[in-house]
């Protein structure tokens, strides 16, 4: 929605005002902006349309996932780099459906940007490895795999790192 400097200028002058506030003696109004400005502060770290596209993805809702995705014009300019990572790991996931190469172009530059969670850089090696395992490149989809492997502490991609080991060894 607003430009990621726009939010912080935002919070900065709201933060102001709640001095204001508080000089005047008005404390509850001054405590009630600093979490206003608290708000857009974390809207800043946490793009508020990337939430949104999660909360879509999470109900498997691709193509609407792909239309909020498609509010933010610049990615570049609108977002810091880690949700330019989360940016391009939500497009690798809905391309990962119909096209493979876009969807790899989408991961790779998701884990080049950074993603935060260990478990989405799993995710996204677990699918980089699948997508390289049917383009018959079986050494760069068993090193992504391992990589994958090491990142899941929690095991929450156990059963799917299993299955795609014993489909390469069909290959």
Do not use: C, W
């Amino acid at each position: 929605m607003f430009n990621k400097n726009l939010k912080l200028i935002i919070a900065a002058l709201i933060v102001g005002f709640a001095i204001y506030q508080f000089i005047e003696g008005y404390v509850g109004n001054g405590i009630f902006l600093i979490l206003l400005a608290a708000i857009f502060v974390f809207l800043y770290f946490r793009n508020e349309i990337i939430l949104l596209a999660f909360l879509k993805m999470r109900k498997q809702d691709l193509e609407g996932t792909e239309r909020i995705l498609s509010k933010i014009k610049d990615p570049e300019a609108a977002l810091t780099t880690k949700q330019q990572g989360y940016y391009n790991y939500l497009h690798g996931i809905i391309h990962s459906q119909t096209n493979l190469t876009k969807a790899e172009k989408f991961f790779k530059k998701a884990l080049k940007l950074g993603l935060t969670m260990d478990y989405d850089k799993a995710m996204a090696k677990l699918s980089l490895a699948g997508i390289a395992m049917q383009k018959r490149r079986k050494r760069e989809a068993t090193m992504l795999l391992n990589e994958a492997k090491k990142l899941d502490k929690q095991k929450m991609l156990k059963e799917q790192i299993k299955m795609m080991q014993q489909q390469m060894k069909r290959i």
